[in-house]
């Protein structure tokens, strides 16, 4: 099978059976579409969990960028290939279509500069998947509208004065956003307590949100 196949991502044969996937929904729906022996980076790789997963799972060919040093010494003490660095600065050192896949999974908000970082995702790879918080999720609206409130959800557990968001966004932002600077969408999910939930009305019932990008 081709990577120019564009029902390749829909193919069961590369799915995961449910006991081999990661925890988070947002890993499991991206391990259910990464291909075998594939090419991936994942930025903000955290620990490397994910990648770890994909490596037992996929055999695929991975790499990781974290910020955090602590993350990067543990994901190199599991023998996976994680360096240190910035999404907003380092990602132009890649050469074009280096890899088959690059992930950027609850990290966009945390970047200064999102169209660049968007546009370096889809020069390096082939296609691009995004997972963020949406901050039109109801309860965090409650939160603002009741209590006047930056809210505080188990998806974002963190305080406005400790917290690494600087660019909220929305589901729907982020369709404007996907339609101004043209990049395609060729599918998105979306998940409310840790949960996969239908399209309907995600912008409201969805606490996070998932999409696969490509030029």
Known sequence: MSLKDPQI???????????????????????NHIIPESRVLDIGCGDGTLIASLKKSKNID??????????????????????????DTDLINYPDQAFDFVILSQTLQTTRAPHQVLNQLLRIGRYAFISFPNFAYWKVRMALMLRGRMPVTPNLPISW?????????????FYDFTAQHHYQVKESWFFSHNRQISATAANWRAESALFLLHR
């Open 9 to 31: 991502l829909e193919d069961p044969s590369v799915k995961l059976s449910l006991s081999m996937q990661p925890e988070r929904p947002d890993f499991a729906i991206i391990s």
């Open 62 to 87: 991975a790499r990781g960028i974290e910020i955090n040093p602590a993350n990067v010494g543990h994901a190199v003490s599991r023998g996976l290939s994680v360096i240190q660095g910035d999404a």
């Open 161 to 173: 004065y400790e917290t690494d968001n600087i660019h909220m966004l929305t589901i729907e932002d």
